[in-house]
């Protein structure tokens, strides 16, 4: 590691025992709320336990993944050396392409991240528009046992790995799996013209869509479950319609959730990896799968660097407009 790495680094674990610190009442400040609800030795514990997830797991991971996009792609003996410098040719390469290439732009990786960021959002709505009724229906409609045994249904499905899941969809949507074939024995589509729903990316999005509805489904209920039933009662007998109902009572309360929600479906689609490569069709390259080519296909490390912090950047960017949209912060999100 260079020097640049370590220095931030350093910063970032300082900053993080400065908050301790001072959560502990160290700085004269008196102790914090956390340590005066749970003691000082739990409360010493969780920080720990808090401070090495975010920095062992996420902070210090992505620090180093940005300083390795700014280098140069050199052998194990050559880095550190002096040709070991900051640049941005890893940046250039997916704006521009390779030196001395005809075109003006690197239309191939550059239209791969665009429909991969389109994808997301279109899942993400998607997502939002099966999930509505199905968290409204449990949180204000289902009572005791039946509401349990929607979430149990819910639940059930995804104890089965994502990956076998996916193939599942694989057997149900390819040109003989058990869509065709219904189609096909119900007299829709004639034996010889089965419907290609891998190449028209039919799978793909539904697979998805299935994959992260809990990440939809529970955020709305959460939100939409703390609504006093007696607000949409009082629309109800002011004359107002159902789709005003929801449009002017329900979803201005559940802003929270939704934008949780929202946040959570689309992260989640646009870095997918596993469904993408078992359900898209040849035409559908996902930038996760360039990334994962150019670290273990490549093997340029640099560039998958960069081509990482570049979809880093677009997912943070839709969270932050995501919440301005909505009109929330992230402490809203949080509760």
């Given at each position: 590691?260079?020097?640049?790495?370590?220095?931030?680094?350093?910063?970032?674990?300082?900053?993080?025992?400065?908050?301790?610190?001072?959560?502990?009442?160290?700085?004269?400040?008196?102790?914090?709320?956390?340590?005066?609800?749970?003691?000082?030795?739990?409360?010493?514990?969780?920080?720990?336990?808090?401070?090495?997830?975010?920095?062992?797991?996420?902070?210090?991971?992505?620090?180093?993944?940005?300083?390795?996009?700014?280098?140069?792609?050199?052998?194990?003996?050559?880095?550190?050396?002096?040709?070991?410098?900051?640049?941005?040719?890893?940046?250039?390469?997916?704006?521009?392409?390779a030196e001395g290439s005809t075109d003006?732009?690197?239309?191939?990786?550059?239209?791969?991240?665009?429909?991969?960021?389109?994808?997301?959002?279109?899942?993400?709505?998607?997502?939002?528009?099966?999930?509505?009724?199905?968290?409204?229906?449990?949180?204000?409609?289902?009572?005791?046992?039946?509401?349990?045994?929607?979430?149990?249904c819910l639940l059930v499905p995804f104890?089965?790995?994502?990956?076998?899941?996916?193939?599942?969809?694989?057997?149900?949507?390819?040109?003989?799996?058990?869509?065709?074939?219904?189609?096909?024995?119900?007299?829709?589509?004639?034996?010889?013209?089965?419907?290609?729903?891998?190449?028209?990316?039919?799978?793909?999005?539904?697979?998805?869509?299935?994959?992260?509805?809990?990440?939809?489904?529970?955020?709305?209920?959460?939100?939409?479950?703390?609504?006093?039933?007696?607000?949409?009662?009082?629309?109800?007998?002011?004359?107002?319609?159902?789709?005003?109902?929801?449009?002017?009572?329900?979803?201005?309360?559940?802003?929270?959730?939704?934008?949780?929600?929202?946040?959570?479906?689309?992260?989640?689609?646009?870095?997918?990896?596993?469904?993408?490569?078992?359900?898209?069709?040849?035409?559908?390259?996902?930038?996760?799968?360039?990334?994962?080519?150019?670290?273990?296909?490549?093997?340029?490390?640099?560039?998958?660097?960069?081509?990482?912090?570049?979809?880093?950047?677009?997912?943070?960017?839709?969270?932050?407009?995501?919440?301005?949209?909505?009109?929330?912060?992230?402490?809203?999100?949080?509760?």
């Amino acid at each position: 590691m260079n020097d640049p790495f370590l220095i931030v680094s350093a910063v970032a674990v300082l900053a993080t025992v400065a908050m301790a610190m001072r959560a502990l009442g160290v700085f004269g400040g008196g102790r914090s709320a956390l340590v005066m609800r749970n003691g000082s030795v739990v409360s010493i514990y969780i920080i720990i336990a808090v401070a090495f997830w975010v920095l062992a797991m996420i902070v210090l991971p992505q620090l180093y993944m940005v300083d390795f996009s700014f280098r140069n792609n050199l052998p194990p003996p050559q880095q550190g050396g002096p040709d070991d410098v900051y640049t941005l040719k890893n940046y250039r390469y997916l704006i521009f392409g390779a030196e001395g290439s005809t075109d003006s732009f690197n239309r191939l990786h550059l239209m791969v991240f665009l429909k991969t960021i389109a994808s997301a959002m279109f899942v993400t709505f998607l997502d939002f528009c099966l999930c509505y009724p199905i968290a409204y229906y449990i949180a204000q409609s289902a009572k005791g046992g039946h509401a349990r045994m929607l979430f149990i249904c819910l639940l059930v499905p995804f104890w089965v790995n994502e990956i076998l899941r996916a193939f599942a969809f694989r057997i149900i949507f390819g040109t003989s799996g058990l869509l065709n074939a219904v189609l096909i024995g119900i007299g829709i589509l004639p034996p010889d013209a089965p419907i290609d729903f891998l190449r028209a990316d039919v799978a793909l999005y539904t697979g998805l869509s299935y994959a992260y509805i809990l990440m939809m489904v529970f955020p709305l209920y959460n939100a939409i479950e703390s609504l006093d039933h007696n607000q949409i009662e009082a629309a109800r007998d002011l004359g107002a319609p159902w789709w005003r109902i929801h449009w002017r009572v329900v979803m201005p309360h559940a802003k929270p959730g939704i934008a949780s929600g929202c946040v959570m479906v689309f992260m989640l689609a646009a870095g997918a990896l596993a469904t993408p490569q078992i359900l898209g069709g040849p035409s559908s390259l996902w930038f996760t799968q360039v990334i994962y080519d150019q670290f273990f296909q490549g093997f340029n490390w640099p560039r998958g660097s960069a081509y990482a912090f570049v979809l880093l950047l677009s997912c943070v960017v839709f969270v932050m407009s995501a919440l301005k949209v909505f009109r929330v912060n992230l402490g809203d999100i949080a509760r």
